[in-house]
């Protein structure tokens, strides 16, 4: 396997993470088991916003697992990711997750493609 094909499936790997993340959030949203509206108390939110708030995260994935609007999917989550991460900050809960979460989706998206290597290169020739 040549470097280019690790590289790809290495950057399929690690964006996979924050979608898999992101969908296991957004269905907890949506099937609102026990504890759910205690955890939107303890954030300062309604659980009225939790249908809402699902529904951003599935369309922010959808986004960037489709080829073309990649870019756009992932400038989407790391804008949720980081009001998500301004949230925690707020009340004081650990927040260094949702950071985490953007950077591997951007990670995964530069591994993968040669456009955003090329306009962001690690070192210059």
Known sequence: MDSATKRKWAGRALGA????MMWMSAG?????PPGLAEGFAHLGLPLSHALGL???EVTCTVVYLIPRTRVLGAIL???FLGGATATHM????PFF???LL???AWGGLYLRDERLRELLPLVKN
């Open 102 to 104: 953007g950077a591997m």
């Open 28 to 32: 907890m949203k949506f099937a609102q």
């Open 97 to 99: 997750l949702q950071p």
């Open 90 to 93: 707020r009340i004081g809960d």
């Open 17 to 20: 993470i924050p979608v898999l």
């Open 54 to 56: 699902g529904l951003l």
């Open 77 to 79: 989550m790391t804008g």
